[in-house]
């Protein structure tokens, strides 16, 4: 391919995901590629970042937290689905990483890592002490700063049904 062949929205997509990947704080993931999801066993829980794709080409990304337990019950695990940005606090209604320009694209890969290390990595770790979670869940949702955004998600419900040890 030469200089003057465009790159497809999936292929600048893609080498968006391929260096956000390749940071070495990422390197307990393992990169499905078929899936395009980065993920993350632990004795109850599977983390995953998963890569999605807009109609426009920009890029979504989204974090994804299952529980082992949940799913021997209920055949999904998941507790816990939202976009990344969405742990943020720059979260507005609709937030795409547009990828299509190469001053943009260097632009979103770094705010991307570093929305990853400063957010996801974080709320990944917060599983690691199930029952104060649960407690924090059951008080105010798994995500404090925005206000009734999983008040009545049935994730969050089964979440705090099957680990909440509370009245």
Sequence with gaps: MDH?????????????????????????FKYLKSRKVLKKETKEFIFEIYFGATKYGALKVYIIVESKKIKKKYNTGACFHSELIALTKKYTENRDYLVSTEAERERVIQEIIEDIYTFALPFFKRFEHVEILAEQVHNSGFLPHRKRFDKFNPLTKRFIDFYYQGE
Excluded at 4 to 28: C, G, V, Y
């Design 4 to 28: 003057k062949t465009e790159l497809k929205a999936s292929d600048l997509r893609q080498l968006a995901i391929d260096k956000i990947i390749a940071t070495p704080f990422l390197n307990d």
